[in-house]
Nanobody, 123 residues
Framework: HVQLVESGGGSVQAGGSLRLSCAAR????????KAWFRQAPGKELEGVAA???????SYADSVKGRFTISADNAKNTLYLQMNSLKPEDTAMYYC??????????????????WGRGTQVTVS
């Protein structure tokens, strides 16, 4: 049974930083494509960042230069380092994974496994 468990969310002032973590249980992470998504109240789910099994990354334009996605395969954990946070970054953040992705993408329908989310609030 595959589980993704996010942590690290919280409340922070604009300009601050947070690091989100997503621990994978039930499978080995290194061959999977992994991503972070977010959803603000009343808005659609948005792809934030993705990383494939080769370490190639992709970012939404809104977070380029501020967010960094990384994976520690030894710890089976995905990270999202968020710097220079803005109020518009406020959302529930979800991690997601899929066994393989021919093309790295931020489309939510690509990903099969999802965590329950962690709230990020920027004021």
């Amino acid at each position: 049974h595959v589980q993704l468990v996010e942590s690290g969310g919280g409340s922070v002032q604009a300009g601050g930083s947070l690091r989100l973590s997503c621990a994978a249980r039930g499978y080995t992470y290194d061959t999977y494509c992994k991503a972070w998504f977010r959803q603000a109240p009343g808005k659609e789910l948005e792809g934030v960042a993705a990383i494939d099994q080769h370490g190639t990354t992709s970012y939404a334009d809104s977070v380029k230069g501020r967010f960094t996605i990384s994976a520690d395969n030894a710890k089976n954990t995905l990270y999202l380092q968020m710097n220079s946070l803005k109020p518009e970054d406020t959302a529930m953040y979800y991690c997601a994974a899929v066994r393989a992705c021919p093309t790295l993408t931020l489309r939510s329908d690509t990903y099969y496994y999802w965590g329950r989310g962690t709230q990020v609030t920027v004021s």
